[in-house]
């Protein structure tokens, strides 16, 4: 089994695979809604203005 990936400490329960516990699967859940993660995106510089004009 591998380790749950919020406290590193437990092996993970498959009932909340990949965490050990609910809580630690309620952690990472709130880290996602706070923005604590984040998956990065490149900016388009051909890409329109939106419709917005100077």
Do not use: H, N
Not at 23 to 37: I, M, N, P
Not at 38 to 49: F, G, H, Y
């Amino acid at each position: 089994m591998s380790t749950c990936p919020i406290c590193r400490k437990a092996d993970a329960d498959p009932k909340y695979k990949p965490f050990c516990s609910r809580r630690c699967s309620e952690v990472d859940l709130q880290r996602w809604f706070t923005g604590g993660y984040a998956i990065p995106a490149a900016l388009d510089e051909d890409a329109e203005d939106d419709g917005e004009k100077d």
